[in-house]
T-cell receptor, first 116, second 114 residues
Framework: NAGVTQTPKFQVLKTGQSMTLQCAQDMNHEYMSWYRQDPGMGLRLIHY???????DQGEVPNGYNVSRSTTEDFPLRLLSAAPSQTSVYFC???????????????FGPGTRLLVL | GDSVTQMEGPVTLSEEAFLTINCTYT??????LFWYVQYPGEGLQLLLK?????DKGSNKGFEATYRKETTSFHLEKGSVQVSDSAVYFCALLMIKAAGNKLTFGGGTRVLVKP
């Protein structure tokens, strides 16, 4: 299993540009999430999904869109990038059973985004 | 709401020194508690966990005990190595009807010098 994969690893955008951060998992996990990591603030939840076709907002959803058309993929879209979105983005997944047992999530390697 | 507070870094140590990173939490129920580690240039990896009071999680020489009475989950290692240099995150997971939520602390950077 590849686990949770993310692309690209690093991206530079200009203000106003759009892009999609890709996330895929091959563990057949129901739950997938997107976090952003900023210095001194830990990880904050942007959006999450409890299954294909179902998404919901997290703590900091503004400026981001998501969709979940398949179990494997959970892309994060920035429609009009802003400097405040400069961050490291992590995708995570977990199974329904793991969640019920209070287990944790599996994280991807992250995408470092710089918005100029 | 739920929250996690951990000591700010950076923490700089010499090899073989004792490491403690404090973590306290606020939650409305009985969360599961975790420590994650992030090595330079990598994503988060689960280091250890505890799912109920008085449980002790351990891995790679690190330990943490779930203390309900003090709402704490302090991370300790008796003798650190240079390879332990990383950022450490304390986190809690609440199981809720509306969906489970993982809440992170701000992270503590640890630098171990030879």
């Amino acid at each position: 299993n590849a686990g949770v994969t993310q692309t690209p690893k690093f991206q530079v955008l200009k203000t106003g540009q759009s892009m999609t951060l890709q996330c895929a998992q091959d563990m057949n996990h129901e739950y997938m999430s997107w976090y952003r990591q900023d210095p001194g603030m830990g990880l904050r939840l942007i959006h999450y999904s409890v299954g294909a076709g179902i998404t919901d907002q997290g703590e900091v959803p503004n400026g981001y869109n998501v969709s979940r058309s398949t179990t494997e993929d959970f892309p994060l879209r920035l429609l009009s990038a802003a400097p405040s979105q400069t961050s490291v983005y992590f995708c995570a997944s977990s199974s329904k059973g793991d969640r019920a047992r209070g287990e944790t999530q599996y994280f991807g390697p992250g995408t470092r985004l710089l918005v100029l | 709401g739920d929250s996690v507070t951990q000591m700010e870094g950076p923490v700089t140590l010499s090899e073989e020194a004792f490491l403690t990173i404090n973590c306290t939490y606020t939650a409305t129920g009985y969360p599961s508690l975790f420590w994650y580690v992030q090595y330079p240039g990598e994503g988060l990896q689960l280091l250890l966990k505890a799912t109920k009071a008085d449980d002790k999680g351990s891995n790679k020489g690190f330990e943490a005990t779930y203390r309900k009475e003090t709402t704490s989950f302090h991370l300790e290692k008796g003798s650190v190595q240079v390879s332990d240099s990383a950022v450490y995150f304390c986190a809690l997971l609440m199981i809720k009807a509306a969906g489970n939520k993982l809440t992170f602390g701000g992270g503590t950077r640890v630098l171990v010098k030879p």
